[in-house]
């Protein structure tokens, strides 16, 4: 868990938050979040909303049970500490259905839920025990930022109660809106916290090709996600991950606890940036899932859904049995997610000698080294399947899917083995993952590069009239592509890095469910931005040199043009701003400027338009009042 920071909500913005806030400071809260809630375990009913902000928030379509039972771990006796420490405090996140009202359209909408879970160990307690989380609901991913918040309206709660739910909304409230994709400085009491949110559900990233200049900026989902502690273990697979990620395969994730299981779906999603990954995925899912009857209902050899489940469950393994791609992830020791041998210390070889962490030795990775032993407990995991992890937990991935990239252990190599030191851990956990995101991130970009001759903008020539409508984008048709692609290659960086069966990859990317959302997404921005450029030339155009290489002919279209995009532009240039107005003056002065030039028989002609009249000869002040204007003149 991240270091919480050090706050303070004392004092008068405090007393102010323990007050219902009003209509407009709600408002702006919701911007963020959709609800603050603190959830108890009651033996004898279960799980419990205790408190919620705003008191209404979960009141539609069975939404509070929804999620109290995915706010705590299935089975207490996994989590409980292992030294026997009175607390164990966990951060996980779930993702629902949203059933309100506001939610239902043609798209499916989702809550993204973070949830702070404090177990307490006291024998004096029915059961030895008790458990409470406290949970942020909201329609947004900013999992970066809400980590951080957890840490202190988690502990909060238990140091004061519920009025610690209404004192940081009203911090969150105070906060300007978010930004997607852009780094934000948040006060909240004597803190900030300084995250790097996400971009946007409609922000189709860098395009593809140009691989972008700093790995640390979020180009997808859980940018922020520890990819190389979930998959410690499994690192060799991590490319076949990749691939089952790219195409939209279903993935079932088996980890010993909600933290673990999360985690790793965070990671696996956060795996194929900057492609907007459509696929249904489920943190943490739990049989209270509305969604589970329908899973579990699926008959025999009928085709599992596109989906990644995190589970803790075993069940699972048996009733979605159909899913071909399973994963086991993480320790059943919740202290710690590094891979140590059972008494607790590295052997000598994995650290320098004076502790210091060193290379990751790909020998433990089993890269290099064959044995027998190896082998026959490869075979052994297979033959048993995933229901092996109903007696053992172990670190696995099975799955009928024939990979197409190889491991990349130049990157492997480049990996570094933390030593027992928390601090140690967590520094290098920072660098490993640094390392493989920006790898994956490479690849992906990569992989995407063959589709940029679709997505490619276009400015006018050099001397040319920008006064026309830009070309069209090249149409795409998937057998020209892939026919194409066959004859010309994967290009050097995936030559090195994949099979002879390199073409299936793309056949699948294809037909799976993420490449047209993506592609839709980076054909309308492609098309935007050309428009944009276009338009841009258009403001930057010597009008008089334009002109004088035109023909009378050639002037008089020029004019009945240029006439129309300042009519369009004085259309979309209703809210009044500083560009639009200076693209309105532009744009008459240009006008103006190819009026002059035509014949007077042709003047004259054009100006026995009213409407057109005033259009030559209102002053610059009168432009964005043009109105009556747009309406009334006819081309």
């Known amino acids: 868990m991240n270091r919480i920071p050090s706050v303070s909500l004392r004092g008068d913005a405090a007393e102010a938050g323990a007050a219902a806030p009003d209509p407009a400071a709600l408002a702006r809260w919701a911007r963020w979040a959709r609800a603050f809630c603190v959830i108890r375990f009651d033996l004898e009913r279960g799980q419990l909303v205790e408190a919620c902000f705003p008191p209404d928030a979960l009141a539609h379509g069975g939404l509070d049970r929804l999620v109290a039972f995915s706010s705590f771990p299935d089975s207490m006796s996994h989590h409980l500490p292992r030294y026997r420490s009175s607390v164990h405090d966990s951060l996980f996140s779930f993702r629902v259905p949203d059933p309100s009202p506001s939610a239902a359209g043609s798209r499916r909408g989702f809550l993204y839920g973070f949830v702070f879970n404090r177990q307490r ?60 994709g852009c780094p934000m400085e948040l006060p909240i009491g004597s803190a900030a916290l300084r995250v790097h949110l996400p971009p946007a559900a409609d ?88 969604d589970f009857a329908r899973l579990n209902a699926l008959a025999e050899g009928e085709v599992f859904p596109p989906m990644v489940l995190g589970v803790t469950n075993l069940f699972f393994l048996k009733s979605l049995k159909s899913i071909p791609n399973v994963v086991s992830v993480g320790s059943p020791n919740p202290n710690s997610t590094r891979v140590l041998p ?47 992890l109903m007696t053992e937990h172990r670190e696995a991935l099975w799955s009928t899917y024939v990979p197409t990239t190889k491991p990349d252990t130049s990157v492997l190599n480049r990996l570094i083995d933390a030593g027992v030191s928390p601090r140690i851990e967590e520094s290098m956990s920072v660098v490993n993952n640094e390392i493989l995101r920006r790898h994956f991130l490479e690849l992906t970009t990569n992989f995407l590069a063959p589709f940029g001759p679709y997505l490619r ?153 009213p409407k057109r009249s005033v259009l030559l000869q209102v002053s610059q002040e009168k432009v964005p009042e043009l109105g009556d204007i747009v309406s009334g003149t006819t081309l």
């Not at 329609?139 to 502990?155: D, E, K, M, N, T």
């Not at 909600?258 to 492609?275: D, F, M, R």
């Not at 059972?342 to 994995?350: R, T």
């Not at 129309?564 to 809210?575: A, D, I, P, V, W």
């Open 342 to 388: 059972a008494g607790g210390q590295l052997p000598a070889s994995a650290n320098g000698s004076n502790g210091t962490p060193v290379k990751l030795k790909l020998d433990k990775l089993a890269i290099n080294k064959f044995s027998p032993t190896g082998l026959l407990n490869s075979i052994k995991l297979r033959r048993e399947g995933p229901l092996s």
């Open 121 to 180: 160990q006291d024998e004096r307690l029915p059961r030895g025990g008790e458990q409470k989380s406290v949970v942020i609901l909201s329609h947004a991913p900013y999992s970066s930022l809400f980590r951080l918040l957890l840490q202190i309206l988690g502990p909060l709660c238990f140091d004061i109660g519920h009025t610690a739910l209404t004192m940081v909304a009203s911090h969150v409230a105070a906060w300007p809106a978010p930004a997607p």
């Open 457 to 609: 903008t276009t400015t006018p020539l050099e001397g040319s009239s920008p006064f026309v409508d830009p070309p069209l984008l090249p149409p795409f048709h998937a057998d020209e592509f892939v026919n194409g692609l066959a004859a010309r290659g994967p290009g050097k960086f995936l030559s090195k890095r994949m099979r002879s069966n390199w073409l299936n990859l793309y056949r699948k990317f294809l037909e799976g469910p993420n490449f047209m959302p993506w592609f839709r997404q980076r054909r309308s921005a492609a098309e935007k931005d050309q428009q944009r450029l276009w338009r841009q030339a258009r403001l930057n155009v010597d009008i008089e040199k334009l002109m004088s290489k035109m023909s009378e002919l050639e002037r008089i279209d020029s004019f009945n043009v240029i006439e129309q995009y300042l009519l369009r532009e004085m259309e979309n240039s209703g809210t009044g701003t500083a560009d639009s107005i200076a693209a309105c003056e532009k744009l008459k002065t240009n006008l103006q400027a190819a009026f002059s030039v035509l014949p007077k028989d042709m003047q004259q002609l054009l100006l026995s338009n």
């Open 203 to 290: 922000d189709p990233g860098p395009p593809p090709a140009l691989l972008p200049a700093n790995p640390s900026v979020p180009y997808g989902l859980f940018h922020d996600a520890d990819m190389f502690a979930a998959f410690r273990g499994l690192l060799l697979h991590l490319w076949t991950l990749w691939e089952l990620m790219v195409v939209g395969e279903p993935i079932l994730v088996v980890a010993p606890s909600p933290p673990q299981c999360s985690e790793a779906v965070a990671g696996l999603v956060s795996l194929v940036a900057p492609i907007l990954y459509s696929v249904d995925f489920r943190p943490y899912f739990t049989i209270h899932d509305p």
